[in-house]
């Protein structure tokens, strides 16, 4: 499978225009996206009221609540109300009921309003609107609902046909919405304060639904110019350039260096056995020749990957091999389908469920039979639709392909702009480009959060910082005691280190001070910050910021209870805001079954 480019100049042009329409016709919301200094910031949604979409800075979506007769709570008309929108937003429609949800498909049917989002709270309900609006995304609202496992909800949403995922304050943290993500979920949050803002932004949500359209858009613009709020999922192309492609070999040392999945080929032996190779035939990468779904599995293990050069070969991997070493691992699997043979999908399904590893797996595939035959069989599993088209495919063309499958678009990376991204983002769209094939093009995919890249060079990014880790510190009362503040910065490859960082305060009373030598003291009461840290290698440099975290006053000459200026290193947590420590702890109840490399949550 390759990888998807983003071209400098092409994302300069991004950059300079605050808002952009998409071309598909009258049809296509002119989605808006704030000009800040986060290169893909979440959308923000709101809540419809008259004249929301006229303002300066309107939402990107807008949540409707229409009734079996399409009457909104405060009595306006749907029609009306979309017409009120005037394309200046995707409308969310939002239903409580079967009669509600009748009525809104065959409203979108005839209407042909085709760049929405149908939602709800009830899985039945999103079913049931997809099954007749199969070219519009599904949104399955889980506030107020009590989550066991992620992959929970991960099956339910994808059995139900909803690709995008709101969650409530107290259920999103960086761990859970993390691990949705690189299973290609979207994860939108709800936010009613500026703590929870801060924290579904720093979460990396893709969307936020905000109690304050303006007011959100005004925090995002505290975000320094380079930030990262999204850190992009790593996919290891066949496993690593620097071993033998599609090997167990390559998918450990692709693993070691930090890739968040691993791609691979599959076909199907004649005795029902999943093989790992790029082609069909043996001849191009292997000791052998002959088409592999015309052998046994035995017959094609008599052969190996040729390494050449006098180097020693490989043995050929078989699927299994690759779910029983990893199994329990952080790693996620890019089945890649390349077989057309129908009898494949069975198959793998067979072997998901034997060796247990449904919550690691993801099947992407160029061919959409074989992904429709995956949604069907295996509903609960994400997939991804494999594009290798012209540019200049846009956020509604881009739906039209993947919404009916509930597939994620991943393209060639030389047929993607940021702002192709930033519109399908509005529409709950990830883009998953491939193949990358030179550091300079990965590192500018990297440091504008693209949603997942694919690359033969997964140790490229190995010591990149991913992730800036501290929690509720006290500061001395005093000049001559002050210290830095310090959190422990991760790398994608699994590294802690201490580091020095800067603050964004977001709320509280609290006055941070600063000495002559730059060091921190305060004065009375409580303020709730964002810690930030400027990373900067020979190739990359961005922002990253730390979870909302509360400070506190130490008085001076007390004993030091750790913190971030301490040398105890991590801060220890004392209370703090109640409303912060809600958001943050409270994503207990997401909790992981993997262990965790990048510093979340095990």
């Given at each position: 499978?390759?990888?998807?480019?983003?071209s400098v100049a092409a994302l300069a042009l991004c950059f300079?225009?605050?808002?952009?329409?998409?071309?598909?016709?009258?049809?296509?919301?002119?989605?808006?996206?704030?000009?800040?200094?986060?290169?893909?910031?979440?959308?923000?949604?709101?809540?419809?009221?008259?004249?929301?979409?006229?303002?300066?800075?309107?939402?990107?979506?807008?949540?409707?609540?229409?009734?079996?007769?399409?009457?909104?709570?405060?009595?306006?008309?749907?029609?009306?109300?979309?017409?009120?929108?005037?394309?200046?937003?995707?409308?969310?429609?939002?239903?409580?009921?079967?009669?509600?949800?009748?009525?809104?498909?065959?409203?979108?049917?005839?209407?042909?309003?085709?760049?929405?989002?149908?939602?709800?709270?009830?899985?039945?309900?999103?079913?049931?609107?997809?099954?007749?609006?199969?070219?519009?995304?599904?949104?399955?609202?889980?506030?107020?609902?009590?989550?066991?496992?992620?992959?929970?909800?991960?099956?339910?949403?994808?059995?139900?046909?909803?690709?995008?995922?709101?969650?409530?304050?107290?259920?999103?943290?960086?761990?859970?919405?993390?691990?949705?993500?690189?299973?290609?979920?979207?994860?939108?949050?709800?936010?009613?304060?500026?703590?929870?803002?801060?924290?579904?932004?720093?979460?990396?949500?893709?969307?936020?639904?905000?109690?304050?359209?303006?007011?959100?858009?005004?925090?995002?613009?505290?975000?320094?110019?380079?930030?990262?709020?999204?850190?992009?999922?790593?996919?290891?192309?066949?496993?690593?350039?620097?071993?033998?492609?599609?090997?167990?070999?390559?998918?450990?040392?692709?693993?070691?260096?930090?890739?968040?999945?691993?791609?691979?080929?599959?076909?199907?032996?004649?005795?029902?056995?999943?093989?790992?190779?790029?082609?069909?035939?043996?001849?191009?990468?292997?000791?052998?020749?002959?088409?592999?779904?015309?052998?046994?599995?035995?017959?094609?293990?008599?052969?190996?990957?040729?390494?050449?050069?006098?180097?020693?070969?490989?043995?050929?991997?078989?699927?299994?091999?690759?779910?029983?070493?990893?199994?329990?691992?952080?790693?996620?699997?890019?089945?890649?389908?390349?077989?057309?043979?129908?009898?494949?999908?069975?198959?793998?399904?067979?072997?998901?469920?034997?060796?247990?590893?449904?919550d690691q797996v993801v099947v992407i595939s160029f061919l959409?039979?074989?992904?429709?035959?995956?949604?069907?069989?295996?509903?609960?599993?994400?997939?991804?639709?494999?594009?290798?088209?012209?540019?200049?495919?846009?956020?509604?063309?881009a739906n039209q392909s993947v919404a009916p499958i509930n597939?994620?678009?991943?393209?060639?990376?030389?047929?993607?702009?940021?702002?192709?991204?930033?519109?399908?983002?509005?529409?709950?769209?990830?883009?998953?480009?491939?193949?990358?094939?030179?550091?300079?093009?990965?590192?500018?995919?990297?440091?504008?959060?693209?949603?997942?890249?694919?690359?033969?060079?997964?140790?490229?990014?190995?010591?990149?910082?991913?992730?800036?880790?501290?929690?509720?510190?006290?500061?001395?009362?005093?000049?001559?005691?002050?210290?830095?503040?310090?959190?422990?910065?991760?790398?994608?490859?699994?590294?802690?280190?201490?580091?020095?960082?800067?603050?964004?305060?977001?709320?509280?009373?609290?006055?941070?001070?600063?000495?002559?030598?730059?060091?921190?003291?305060?004065?009375?009461?409580?303020?709730?910050?964002?810690?930030?840290?400027?990373?900067?290698?020979?190739?990359?440099?961005?922002?990253?910021?730390?979870?909302?975290?509360?400070?506190?006053?130490?008085?001076?000459?007390?004993?030091?209870?750790?913190?971030?200026?301490?040398?105890?290193?991590?801060?220890?947590?004392?209370?703090?805001?109640?409303?912060?420590?809600?958001?943050?702890?409270?994503?207990?109840?997401?909790?992981?079954?993997?262990?965790?490399?990048?510093?979340?949550?095990?």
């Amino acid at each position: 499978m390759k990888k998807l480019l983003l071209s400098v100049a092409a994302l300069a042009l991004c950059f300079a225009a605050p808002a952009f329409s998409v071309s598909a016709g009258a049809a296509s919301a002119d989605a808006y996206v704030k000009d800040c200094g986060v290169a893909l910031p979440p959308v923000i949604a709101a809540e419809y009221s008259a004249g929301v979409a006229d303002a300066g800075e309107p939402p990107a979506d807008v949540f409707l609540y229409p009734d079996a007769q399409l009457k909104l709570p405060d009595g306006t008309d749907l029609a009306a109300a979309l017409a009120e929108l005037d394309e200046k937003a995707v409308p969310v429609l939002y239903v409580f009921d079967q009669s509600a949800a009748d009525a809104v498909s065959a409203y979108v049917e005839s209407a042909a309003l085709d760049d929405c989002i149908v939602a709800s709270d009830s899985p039945e309900l999103v079913a049931s609107m997809r099954a007749s609006c199969t070219e519009v995304q599904g949104l399955l609202d889980f506030r107020g609902k009590e989550i066991g496992e992620l992959v929970d909800v991960r099956n339910t949403a994808n059995s139900s046909d909803a690709k995008i995922v709101l969650l409530g304050a107290g259920q999103i943290s960086y761990d859970s919405v993390r691990w949705l993500q690189e299973r290609l979920m979207t994860v939108w949050g709800a936010a009613e304060t500026d703590e929870e803002f801060f924290a579904a932004a720093v979460a990396g949500c893709n969307g936020i639904l905000a109690s304050d359209v303006q007011n959100a858009y005004d925090l995002l613009a505290m975000f320094d110019e380079g930030s990262l709020l999204h850190l992009p999922m790593v996919v290891g192309h066949r496993g690593i350039y620097s071993e033998k492609q599609n090997t167990l070999a390559a998918a450990k040392l692709a693993y070691e260096a930090g890739a968040d999945a691993v791609e691979c080929d599959i076909y199907l032996t004649t005795d029902g056995e999943i093989v790992i190779n790029h082609d069909a035939l043996l001849d191009n990468t292997t000791t052998g020749t002959g088409n592999i779904e015309e052998m046994t599995l035995e017959e094609v293990l008599q052969y190996e990957v040729d390494v050449g050069g006098g180097g020693v070969n490989r043995p050929i991997a078989t699927l299994r091999e690759f779910f029983e070493e990893f199994k329990g691992t952080e790693l996620v699997h890019f089945v890649e389908i390349k077989s057309s043979r129908p009898e494949i999908v069975p198959a793998l399904k067979a072997l998901i469920d034997e060796c247990g590893v449904s919550d690691q797996v993801v099947v992407i595939s160029f061919l959409e039979d074989q992904l429709a035959r995956v949604h069907e069989q295996m509903p609960e599993l994400s997939v991804g639709y494999l594009f290798n088209t012209a540019s200049g495919t846009d956020a509604l063309e881009a739906n039209q392909s993947v919404a009916p499958i509930n597939a994620t678009y991943n393209p060639g990376y030389n047929f993607v702009t940021l702002e192709q991204v930033r519109g399908m983002a509005a529409r709950g769209i990830t883009v998953w480009p491939w193949t990358y094939p030179n550091t300079s093009d990965y590192d500018t995919a990297y440091t504008n959060g693209i949603n997942g890249i694919t690359t033969d060079y997964a140790d490229r990014s190995s010591s990149y910082a991913v992730r800036l880790e501290t929690s509720d510190f006290t500061l001395p009362n005093s000049d001559a005691e002050a210290a830095d503040l310090t959190a422990t910065l991760v790398t994608q490859k699994g590294e802690r280190t201490e580091v020095v960082c800067e603050y964004i305060q977001i709320s509280g009373t609290m006055t941070l001070l600063q000495n002559a030598e730059g060091k921190y003291y305060a004065g009375h009461g409580t303020a709730v910050v964002l810690l930030k840290y400027r990373f900067v290698s020979d190739s990359a440099a961005y922002t990253l910021y730390s979870d909302p975290v509360t400070v506190s006053v130490r008085e001076a000459g007390s004993a030091d209870t750790g913190g971030c200026n301490s040398s105890l290193g991590a801060a220890s947590v004392l209370g703090g805001a109640a409303a912060v420590s809600a958001v943050i702890i409270a994503a207990v109840l997401l909790r992981r079954r993997l262990p965790c490399r990048h510093g979340r949550a095990k």
